[in-house]
């Protein structure tokens, strides 16, 4: 993960975007591109969008994921300690014997 982080880094700084990069802006970016991504499955079943529309998804799903790992990078978060930790956060939230098969939110258990 931290391979990945340093790549989209360099990335950046070879262009000398860093200085458009504060949290708030990389948060509001994050949401622009996780919209950008959405559009991909408008009008269209699941289905048909991931069939017709995989490139642009993956494209986008890039995205979304670059400016997560920027959002990562400017606040001095580890990702992967992230998703650990809210996982298992949500293993406390979602119970197995609760939430197997269920699509409800914890607050409906």
Same mark, same amino acid.
């Given at each position: 993960?931290?391979s990945l982080v340093e790549r989209?880094? +360099?990335?950046?700084? =070879?262009?000398?975007?860093?200085? $458009?990069?504060?949290? *708030? @802006?990389?948060?509001? +970016?994050? #949401?622009?591109?996780? +919209?950008?991504? !959405? =559009?991909?499955?408008?009008? &269209? #079943? #699941? %289905?048909? /969008?991931?069939?017709?529309?995989?490139?642009?998804?993956? @494209? =986008?799903?890039? @995205?979304?994921?670059?400016?997560? !790992?920027?959002?990562?990078?400017?606040?001095?978060? @580890?990702? /992967? %300690?992230?998703? !650990?930790? *809210?996982? %298992?956060?949500? +293993?406390?939230?979602?119970?197995?014997? *609760?939430? $197997?098969? #269920?699509? &409800? &939110? $914890?607050? =409906?258990?």
């Amino acid at each position: 993960m931290n391979s990945l982080v340093e790549r989209v880094v +360099a990335f950046r700084n =070879e262009r000398n975007w860093g200085q $458009y990069h504060n949290p *708030k @802006d990389l948060a509001l +970016a994050l #949401s622009v591109e996780a +919209a950008e991504l !959405l =559009e991909n499955f408008q009008w &269209k #079943s #699941s %289905d048909e /969008a991931v069939r017709e529309k995989r490139v642009a998804i993956e @494209d =986008e799903l890039g @995205d979304v994921l670059i400016y997560a !790992l920027f959002l990562c990078h400017a606040m001095g978060i @580890d990702p /992967a %300690d992230a998703v !650990l930790n *809210k996982l %298992d956060k949500n +293993a406390v939230k979602y119970p197995v014997e *609760k939430a $197997y098969g #269920s699509n &409800k &939110k $914890y607050t =409906e258990f």
